[in-house]
Structures are given as structure tokens and as C-alpha cells.
């Protein structure tokens, strides 16, 4: 592994782990920090993931809600709303 | 192997382009060759002697992404395209396609930006690169030693330059240095016959005083090298710093940008209540926009057709904050923005950014940020931690 005066500049390195060194420091420490902040930062993706997850849900529930009331109601899956095609527009009443 | 025969009729252009192996450290050079009437690239590896790609249409890219000083974005690799190729396209493109840089001063660029931009846009001259600075004194002194200006507009200028962020941008189109000098000298009588005629939009631009001068621009092609270096070398000591209180992230995606919409989104932007607080544009690689949507892996199946359209091609990322500071920035701007997809926004919300200009849920003009604790995550990200 090439030499560098600051250690924590390899945390960035994606392959940190599988790549073998001789120096101490990156074995007993560096090498533990990126595996401990990997660990955080899937933490932290996964709680910002499920607030996003359940912020999309009210969106969703606020749009069902919204287009019942101009009578489409034939949503038929989350992620997909084929009555809100120009088609099906043409004939919403409003 | 040579890349294969082309029918002399087809029309191509062909350019040398160069790729930063990151891993090896090492700059590889590549033929890159675009064919007009189908869209369709093929790149050839010069130092191999192969076809790297065999000809392969790429939609999201156009004839107007290819000019010597752009970068593409081919399958998630990033080519710099840094000469032309052959003598055809270096006769029909280098002519005309020149480099331009003009700096809008903040008194116009706060009320004008929008319909600038949208009036170049329309006169066939590309925003390549965009950017909200922040002059010191010592700053501008740089900027302006060695300009070829008298001691009185150059004293005016800088106090100009100091009196608030500037807005640095690259233009690229035909003759576009002598356009934009022309246009700073419609009107004038003391200025020579310009070799320009403007285009009737042009005119109307720049019939305001206010417009005409409130900006600066390079008036010669040196000048232009000049400025455009001292931009990019000096970028990390004039970029106008976030706020990071009460604002949020705005992303105009690539395609709205190719479809000529920049101009369009910002006025939006800037005239329901919002302002520009900091403003780059940049060309995102694969793997960073693959970080940066990682919070929407698995939240929505189209986690991956939207991260090749935010690495399709130049972005513009903005700061914004709004007008009247005691509402919630995040929450207004995600409003404004509109439902995520476009059919939906334009039935329930017709007055938001994605029913005006989005065409679907991948293409939705702008990206801006969901939750309110990412605002900023995202801000650090794109003017903090991508270089």
C-alpha cells in the first residue's frame, strides 16, 4: 500500500479492507474505523430510508385521497397510475 | 483494428477525448465518434489499437453535447473531449463553436437571471459551466490585473464585483464572443459597427440598461482563456459559500438543461418567493450519483433510470432559500416542486415546477430534497464534498 502522512485519508479508499499493508496503524486502526464507519453510515441510510419510505406513503395516501375526489380511483399498485394517462385525464369531470 | 468504414455521405463528427483512470492514475485517450443521424457513439481506444464501444445509440446524448472543452458521460464513463479528430468536423465546428465568459453582477443577476439565461438558451448559445462567486479584495485585484480596462471602470467594476455574489458562466456557441460584445454595446454610439447582428429577442434583452450593464464579459478570445482559468484554478477560493440555514437543495436534472429549460426553471424559481443563495453546475460521475440517491435504493423502482439520467450530463445544483425567512424552506420548496411524477403533478397540482416541465417520473425536471434533516446532508455533498 502506498505510504500517506494522513491515515484517515484512506477511509475513503473503498477497498481499504481487502487490501493488505504492513503498517500497525492502518491494521489496528484505521482498518477497524472504516469498518466501524461503514457500520454507522448504513445506519444512518437505513433509518433516512425508512422516514423517506413513510414520507412517500402519506404522498401517495394524500393522492389517492385527491384523485377520488375527481373520481379516478382505479390507482392499482403504489408506483403506478395508468388512469392518470392523458387518456384517462380526458375524461375526469372537473 | 480500425474502427469500421463510414459511408462517406453519413454525417459524423469525430473528436479526441480523454479518460482519468482514477484507480491507475494514468489519463487514456480515446476516438470518439458521433453519428448525427442516429444518434449513435462509438469510441475507439487509441493506445490499444481497438473499439472500445461499437457504434450504440445513446439517446440522452445530442449534437450539442459534443464540443472540444465538454464532458460526456457515455455508459457511466466520463470522457473529456479535448480536440477534434479529423479535419471535417475541426472545419465545420471550430469555426463558429467558440468558448465565451461573461460574470453577472448580483444587481442584475437577482431580477434578471432567468430570462438571460433563457434568451441565450434561444439564441443557440449553451451554458457550459455555471457558478455563484464570492470576490475578496484581493480576489478581484487578481481577476482584474493584467485586463486591458482604465483605472476608473476598473475601480467601478470592482466594486461591483465586491458588492455581492457573482454568477461566473462559461457560453459556448457560434461567434459568441462577438455576440455578447455586441449585445453589451446595442445602443451605444460610441461603440463601432458591430460585426454581430442580433436576433430580435436579443434586442429586447438588452434594451434594458440595467441588463446591458450589469454584466462583464471577455471581449477577446485571450481574454476568455484568461478568465475561464482564473475561474477554474481559483474556484475553491471564490465559490459563494452555502448558508446551510433554512435552505434547501434544488437540482435542474440534465435533461432539462438539453432541452433548453435552465432559463425557464430559474425564473420560475426566482419569482414565487425564492432566492439563489449558492449555484454550481457540474457533471456528476456514475458512482457519486449512485451515492447520492443511495437514501432512494429500494423506496422507489426507479432508483436506477434515475441515476443514469443525473449522469447523463451537466446539472445545475442550487442553494435556495426563501424570500420570507420565517417559513420553512424545505417544506415550501418540496411543495413547489409538485408530486414526484409529472401526470400526477400536472391533474392535482398544475401549478408546480414538475407539471410545468416535467415529462415523467424519471425526467421530472428537478430533483429537491424529501426529508427535512437531508437538506443538509445533500448542500454539504454537492458544494462540499464533490470536488
Redesign the interface.
Known sequence: MKKSGDFLSLLNNRDLLKTPSGNSIVNFLVKPMSVEMNTADNLITGARRQRMMELFQEDRAWEAAELSRFGLSCIKAPDCYPCCTPFECSKAKF | MKPAAIPASERRLAFVAEWFHAEAGIIRTFLITYYVSDKAVEVFDQRNKRTFLRRTKIPELTQRDFFVGSKINVFGRQFDIVDYADDTTRTNLAKYRKKGFVLLKNNMWTKHLGKFLKTLIDNKININQGMMVQFSPKMVTQFLSGKDTTDVSSSVLMNELLAGPAISLELIGDNVVETIKACAQYKSTEAETPSVKLSPSLEELFESEEIRYGFYYSDNDNDVEMDLKFISEARHSIIKECVFKNTTLAIIKPHSIKDGLLGDIISEILSNGFRLTAMRMILMARINCEEFY?????????YIPMVAQLASGVCMCMEIACADPEKKTDREFRNFCG???P??A???RPHTLRAKFGKSKVQNAVHCT??P??SNLELQYMFKIID
Open positions: 443511495e437514501v432512494y435504493r429500494g423506496v422507489v423502482p426507479e408530486p414526484m411524477d401526470e400526477i400536472k391533474l392535482l424529501d426529508l434533516d437531508d
